[in-house]
C-alpha cells in the first residue's frame, strides 16, 4: 500500500493480559492519518481491547496489563511521563452505547472545551457548540432546543451528540466502538455519512461488527481473530482478495 | 365452543392455583399494609390524644393589694410579691385558718406567680398604690382540675385536690376566676420542676443546635469518605478491611458511641460536657457509616458509561467524579443522610453518657453551653412523678416528631432538587 504520509498511529508487539488472560498478541498496526480505519473481527478477537489501548482506556481496568509501543504523531502513549488526560484530549472516543451526559444539550458538547480551557469567551464557546453540533449534523435538529437534557433525544440523535462532544476538543484521532450497533438502520447510515464526512478533519478508528459497515465507511481494515492481528490492508484489498484463510472465512460467513 | 372441549385460551388446574397464589400474595401484602397503618395511626393518635393537653394552660385570677406600703415604687423587683400574692390569697378565702390549710390555699397558684406578678408591675407601674386583678398560673393540680381530669368520687385520701380545695376551685371557677389559654409558656420556657412552667424550648434549640453540628460534620465527611473510597481507593485487603470495619460501625450500638465520646471528648480532650459540639459529634460518628454506605451503593449505581464519556473526554478523575459522578449520586446520598439525621434525632442513649441528661432551665444560646435534648427531655419527663408530666411527655413526643418530619421534608425537597436538574 503506498503511503505519502507518515501514519498517524503506530502499534509494535502490543500484547494485552486481563489477569492471566492473554487479549492481545503481538499487534502491529499503521494507522493513516485522515483516513477511516476499521477493526473487524468476531466477538472477544480483541479489537475493542486494542482500541482502548490506543486512548489507554485499558488503565482503568485494574487487571489489565499492556506491554508493547503505540506511538501517536510519534510519541510514545505508554511512555512514563505521558499524562493520560493530555492524552484522552488528543484522543477522542465515541462509545458503543450513546452515553451522553445527562445535563443539556449545550452543556455536553461545551464540556470539553470548558474544562481543556478551549474557548476564551462565552461568544467563542457558543461558535465552538454549534460547529461541532453541525459537524456532527446535528445542528439543525437541536438548535431550538440547546437547553434540554441531551438523553431526551433520540438514540441516533444522542450518538450524533456525542461524535459532537467528541470532535469539540478537536482531538487528533476519533476512536469508535461499535458506534451503531445500539441504533436503527435509519440512524446508523446517518452516523456513518458523518463518519465519512469527518475524516476530513480527523483519522478515525471504528470498530465494528458489521463487515457491510466497515466496507462502506473504512479505506482500510485491520481484522483480528483470537487476539491476533490476521491482515490488515485497503479495504477493498480485504473484501475483494484476502490473502488469509481465515479472513476468508470471515467475510464470507464462515467464522464469527 | 361445545360443552366438553376445553379452549387452550382458558385457565387449566396449574393455572388457576397460580392465579390464586398470586391474589394471595398481593392480599397479604395489603393486609401487612393495613395492620403498620394501622398501628402508626394508633399511636399518633394516642400521643395526639395525651399531647393535647399539653396545649393549654390554666391562670387564676387574684385581687391583690399593691398599696404603696406592699410595694416600693423605687424597687419593685425587691419587694416581696410573694407575700402580696398570699395575703390576696387569704383575703379571697379568709376560711384558711390553720397552717396546713393556708399551705393547701397558697398551692393553688404555681410558685413562678410572685415573679409573674412582678413582671406585670413592671410592665405597668401604674397598678401601684390600690387593688388589681391579676391573672397568675396556676398550680399543676389546678391544671388537671380545669381540664376536668380530676376524678371526685374517689376516696378523699386517694386524691391529689382536698374536699376544701375542691370548694375553693368551685368558687373561683363559678366567679370566672379560672381560665385556659393556650400554652405559649410550654413553647418559650425552659425545663422546670414545676408542671405548670415546663417548656420544651430549651431542649427544641438543645436538640436542633446538636443536630446542626452532627450534619455538618457527617455530611460532608461522610460523602468525601465515600467517594474516595469508591472512586479513588485501590482496590486491595486495606480497602476490604475498612469496608468491614464501616459495615460493622453501623450495626454498633449508640450507647457505645457515648462512651467512646466520653472517653475522648470529655476526659481525653476535655470539651464541655452536656454541650451540643460534644452531643453533634457524637451523633455524627454514630451517623457516618450510615451515609458513607448509602453513599457508596449510590456511587455504585451511577452507570460506568457516565465514568467512560467522562474519562474519554479528558476529563481527570476529580472531575469526573464531582462534574457528573457526584451529582449524579446525590439524591442517594441525600437518602442516606435523612435516614442517619432521624435515627441521630431520635437517640437518647448517647447523649446520656456525655451528661446531657442533665437538668437543664436555660435556653442554650451557643454549642458550647450546656443543653439538652429532646429525646432526652421526654426520657425525663416521663420519670417524673407529677401527673401533669404525663401530657408534657406526650407533647414533647409530638414536637420531636414535628422536628423530624420538618427535616426530613426539607432533605426531600434538597433531594427533588438534586433530581430535578438531570
Redesign the interface.
Known sequence: MAKKKEPIIVARDVDVHYADNQALFKIALDIPENKVTSLIGPSGCGKSTFLRCINRMNDLVDIARVQGHISIAGQDIYAPDVDVVALRREVGMVFQKPNPFPKSVYDNVAYGPKIHGLTKSKADLDNLVQWSLEKAGLWDEVKDRLHEPGTGLSGGQQQRLCIARTISVKPKVVLMDEPCSALDPIATARIEELIDELRENFSIVIVTHSMQQASRVSQLTAFFHLGTLVEAGRTKDIFTSPQDERTQNYITGRIG | MTDGTTSFLKGQKALLARHRAESRFQWTGRFAIALSLAFLIFMIGSIAWQGKGALSTTEVQLTVDLGDDNVDPEDIAGSRLEKIIKSGLREMFPEAKKRKQKKLLYGLVSSDAGFQLRDQVLADPSMIGGTADVWVSASDDVWLFAKGQVDRNLPEEDRRISDLEFEWLDRLEGEGRLQQLFNWPFFTNGDSREPELAGILSAFVGSALTIAVCFLLSFPIGIMAAIYLEEFAP?NRLSDFIEININNLAAVPSIVFGLLGLSIFLNTFGLPRSSPLVGGMVLALMTLPTIIIASRASLRAV?P????????????PI?STF??VAP?AMPGMFTGAIVGMARALGDTAPLLMIGMVAFIVDVPNSILEPATALPVQIFLWADAPERAFVEKTSAAIIVLLAFLILMNLAAILLRRRFEKR?
Not at chain 2, 305 to 316: D, F
Open positions: 482496590k452507570p458509561s457516565i465514568r467512560e464519556a467522562a474519562l474519554g473526554m479528558g476529563a481527570s472531575q462534574h457528573h449524579l438531570f
